[in-house]
């Protein structure tokens, strides 16, 4: 069975400084990988998505990610934060049943602060 | 905005009462997701329709049931209310393509439901 572990459920870092927000993932079948943000009473958006092709995934507003089987990661990271990026992260797998994509096992999240 | 509505926004109702939420899809979509999100576990998979039939269950409690109607919009509908229903429900759509597709779910802004 598939799962995630979030590592860290509060980041916080600096305007202006680098974004690593940690994520492992187990999974029987080759996984598909999803980040998603949560901003404060909103839905979740995707990030970005890993489906088996290139290991560094970039996303929107200029998160990317990459997947590492030795190290069954995918670490979402951002080069620079800004106050807007603040939201909670949710890394998830897909239930992969058969070869086709089932639902989304999330993480428990990580809320990330910006500070001025 | 992902495409997928939700109504109602809020929901206050006392236990042991009875509530619909109601999910239409993205444009296309065929299938529709429920997702449970709480304090103490998570976002976690309720089930999920595929054009009308039920195609996958997750922790879904006995007193909860779906359906997916020929307009393919959906409703859970929880009954016998406690406490510790109190969550945001998400609803989330795909497109669903052929076996090992990886298509994106997209969410609703969800419902709040508060039991009181």
């Known amino acids: 069975a598939q799962s995630v572990t979030q590592l860290g459920s509060h980041v916080s870092v600096s305007e202006g400084a680098l974004v690593l927000l940690r994520c492992n993932y187990s999974s029987s079948v080759p996984p598909y990988l999803f980040w998603y943000v949560q901003y404060p009473n909103q839905g979740l958006q995707l990030l970005l998505k890993?489906?088996?092709?290139?290991?560094l995934v970039k996303g929107i507003n200029g998160f990317e990610a990459e997947f590492k089987k030795s190290e069954t990661s995918f670490h979402l990271t951002k080069p620079s934060a800004h106050m807007s990026d603040a939201a909670e992260y949710f890394c998830a797998v897909s239930d992969r049943k058969g070869g086709s994509q089932g639902n989304l096992i999330f993480g428990k999240g990580t809320k990330l602060s910006v500070k001025p | 905005d992902s495409g997928v509505t939700q109504t109602p926004k809020h929901l206050i109702t006392a236990t042991g009462q009875r509530v619909t939420l109601r999910c239409s899809p993205r444009?296309?979509?065929?299938?529709v997701y429920w997702y449970q999100q709480s304090l103490d576990q998570g976002l976690q998979f309720l089930i999920q329709y595929y054009n009308g039939e039920e195609r996958a269950k997750g922790n879904i409690l006995e007193r909860f049931s779906a359906q997916q109607f020929p307009d393919l919009h959906s409703e859970l509908n929880l009954s016998s209310l406690e406490l510790g229903d109190s969550a945001l429900y998400f609803c989330?759509?795909?497109?669903?393509?052929?076996?090992?597709?990886?298509?994106?779910?997209?969410f609703g802004p969800g419902t709040r439901l508060t039991v009181l």
């Open positions: 989330a759509s795909s497109v669903v393509r052929s076996a090992g597709g990886t298509d994106t779910q997209y």
């Open positions: 890993y489906t088996s092709a290139a290991t």
């Open positions: 444009s296309g979509d065929l299938s």
